[in-house]
């Protein structure tokens, strides 16, 4: 398997270490000693970040951080910021659990801090959020706590029980201010949201929060004995269960009867598994309830105890550092041991990577696109084999060396060109002369990174690339360092020229055909256009830009296959008149504003046509009676006859229309044209100018 396989099965791994941490160590172990023997990092730090979190579970505290430590430095080697932020809080975990809260909430925050500035997309975010506000609230920090609070409830789609416990943090902070309303509302919504669930949590969660609101607010004793209970039932292990138990202390010392909570508290200070932390809370908290008492012996023997606690932890603390600088003289150790078989791998592989470069890298170019992906391509290739920072592939044009394709490291660099009469360039000379050219020191004219650049071109080669016997352009390779252009990569560049120059005369043909199917293409659509315009004209009037009278018999076929309709013919009786009155071209002025007023007041099921000089057709569906057809006809005429203002005068024109219906008074179109214009003929004797043939 390789290093991708083997950091695949760590990854899913991680995902299912919780169910089964002794067959992720197992896992972890063997991961650990492949990637040790083939010197693969990434496999490495994932090895060691399953071997963190598999201890961390099986409460092995100080392997588990030394895992973690190794699994960070890793990744901080590889800058894979997800994975880092994975480590500092399984780091922050493991001091959790141990009851290190001080150095738990500085890997939890250093977790988030990666989260935050690159914006990691990571799935534990909100688990290191709930693990830093419970770690805040054992140590007393209750405003830091409430912020953090603040920030997971404007958190969107959590997990159900992620919810529950954000709930019940909530619910802690409100027994925590005392106030009895929030206190009740923050129970009751905690038990709903874990019924509606279906969830079941440990003892000392719900259970606990409730016995302690009856020992508060209601019932002392019942409260007292529900949480005695619950505290025999506990997990000693988890030591969350010690500062739960001591909140409740508290309590009862605040309440009418403070023996209890002295009681309580002097059978936490006793348990061996309690925290140092924890320890050193209780006995400054009886040390200061002793002093409100004026029981001063009592009061020094406890802030005593807390000062011998407070030292205990700072030699921990002490100790734990210690540890860190040992796992990261160990990682320092693994690292030198992982470069040494590098290198050893490096200079094994290197024996034949000469005879397999060439077939590579002809692979490569072939399978570009563009020059730019070529040149990319190619530089990926040559890592290695040449420290050339700086790649441009020139193609000749037109008596020119074109620079189309400059790249700087991931930077594309302006386009540039010289002409091949310019016989000081080295480009140039290496175009004419046929044989490659490079200089190993300080490059004068030549550099293709901007003169302003603060780092200057220090070597460079000019490869001609051929195809058929004839320079079709340039590769200029060029770097920031003397000496990089020794006889092997001078050697390379000899037997890669002719594959580079066949890729890029592939790309000049496929770039040259498709320049030329792109100019056919838009000749071609240039021409529909034209010949869709034609056929619009053809059967379009220019002035109006109705139908015609060409296009009217497929307009009737049409409009008489779908049924019977109504034909009304329509002419502009005074054009001549206005024409002699106003001046030539009014006419024309007249027809369009009316041909606009007729498209604006028809259905867009109807048809309105312009089929002579002066006359509109208009079909329209069949109206419910004669006399409906005869009012839309009248409303039409009105319109005609409205004023209109055209070349800064008013005039007013004048209509007729004559009504018919078709297949009543003709199936053919000549038939129903002739009944049109007998009607129309009538409409002149008619006071409405309207008529319609019954």
């Known amino acids: 398997m390789n290093q991708e396989g083997i950091q695949r099965e760590l990854e899913a791994a991680l995902l299912c270490v919780r169910a089964n941490p002794a067959k992720a160590y197992s896992l972890g172990q063997k991961a650990l000693v492949r990637a040790q023997r083939n010197g693969w990092i990434g496999a490495l730090a994932l090895a060691n970040l399953l071997l963190g979190w598999a201890c961390c579970l099986q409460n092995r505290s100080d392997p588990a951080v030394e895992a973690f430590y190794r699994a960070i430095s890793l990744f901080a080697d590889a800058k894979d910021s997800e994975h880092l932020a994975h480590g500092y809080y399984g780091l922050g975990t493991v001091y959790g659990r141990i009851g290190e809260y001080s150095l738990a909430i500085a890997q939890y925050h250093k977790a988030l801090s990666w989260i935050v500035r690159y914006e990691l997309p990571a799935p534990w975010s909100v688990a290191i959020r709930i693990a830093l506000t419970r770690a805040l609230m054992n140590l007393g920090y209750w405003s830091d706590a409430e912020q953090e609070l603040l920030k997971l409830q ?17 619910l802690r902070l409100a027994f925590y201010r005392g106030e009895h309303s929030q206190v009740r509302s923050q129970l009751q919504g905690c038990r709903e949201t874990i019924l509606a669930l279906g969830g079941h949590f440990p003892a000392l969660t719900l259970d606990y929060y409730q016995a302690r609101y009856t020992a508060k607010y209601k019932r002392f004793k019942t409260g007292e004995s529900q949480l005695s209970a619950l505290w025999e039932d506990a997990d000693r292990d988890n030591v969350d269960s010690y500062f739960l138990a001591f909140e409740a202390s508290l309590d009862f010392l605040q309440s009418d009867q403070p023996k209890r909570g002295i009681h309580w508290l002097n059978l936490l200070v006793a348990e061996a598994p309690a925290p140092l932390s924890l320890k050193r809370q209780i006995h400054s908290t009886l040390a200061n309830f002793y002093v409100s008492h004026r029981s001063h012996a009592l009061a020094s023997s406890h802030f005593q105890a807390a000062e011998k606690m407070a ?30 078989t590098t290198k050893n791998n490096q200079i094994l592989a290197e024996s034949n990577a000469l005879l397999q470069a060439v077939n590579r890298i002809a692979m490569a170019v072939n399978a570009a696109l563009d020059p730019n992906a070529l040149a990319r391509r190619l530089r990926e290739q040559l890592v290695g084999w040449i420290d050339a920072e700086v790649i441009g592939i020139a193609e000749v044009e037109h008596e020119q060396l074109v620079f189309d394709c400059l790249l700087d490291a991931d930077q594309c660099l302006p386009p540039s060109s010289l002409l091949l009469t310019e016989d000081c360039s080295w480009s140039v000379r290496a175009v004419q002369q046929g044989r490659i050219l490079f200089h190993n020191d300080r490059v004068q004219g030549e550099a293709l990174v901007p003169a302003e650049s603060p780092v200057p071109v220090r070597s460079a080669s000019f490869t001609p690339l051929k195809c058929e016997n004839r320079v079709i352009g340039l590769l200029s390779l060029q770097s920031r360092r003397a000496n990089v252009f020794d006889a092997r990569a001078l050697s390379l560049l000899e037997y890669i020229a002719p594959v580079i120059g066949i890729a890029l005369a592939n790309l000049l043909n496929v770039r040259g055909r498709h320049e030329l199917r792109g100019a056919l293409t838009k000749q071609q659509q240039e021409l529909d256009d034209v010949r869709k315009l034609i056929a619009h004209l053809a059967d379009h009037d220019d002035l109006t830009g109705l139908p015609n009278r060409t296009s009217l018999p497929e307009h009737f076929t049409r409009w008489r296959r779908a049924g019977a309709f109504s034909c009304l013919l329509l002419r502009i009786t005074n054009l001549d008149a206005v024409n002699n009155s106003t001046g030539y071209g009014m006419d024309e002025e007249i027809l369009k504003v009316i041909g606009q007023r007729l498209r604006n007041r028809v259905r867009p099921d109807d048809l309105l046509m312009r089929v002579s000089h002066d006359q509109f057709l208009l079909f329209v569906q069949l109206m419910n009676s004669l006399s409906t057809l005869r009012d839309f006809a009248g409303q039409l005429r009105q319109m005609i006859e409205q004023p209109l203002r055209a070349r800064d005068q008013t005039v007013a024109a004048e209509g007729q229309i004559g009504v018919v219906q078709c297949p009543d008074h003709g199936e053919t179109l000549e038939e129903l044209m002739s009944m049109a214009g007998l009607a129309l003929g009538h409409s002149v004797h008619d006071d409405t100018g309207v008529f319609c043939v019954e």
């Open 311 to 340: 030292k205990q932890m700072r030699d921990s603390e002490v100790n734990l550092q210690w540890a860190r600088f040992q796992a990261e003289a160990m990682h320092q150790s693994l690292r030198s041991q992982v470069a040494q």
């Open 154 to 170: 404007s958190l969107f789609d959590l997990a159900n029980d992620d919810s529950v416990e954000i709930q019940l943090l909530v």
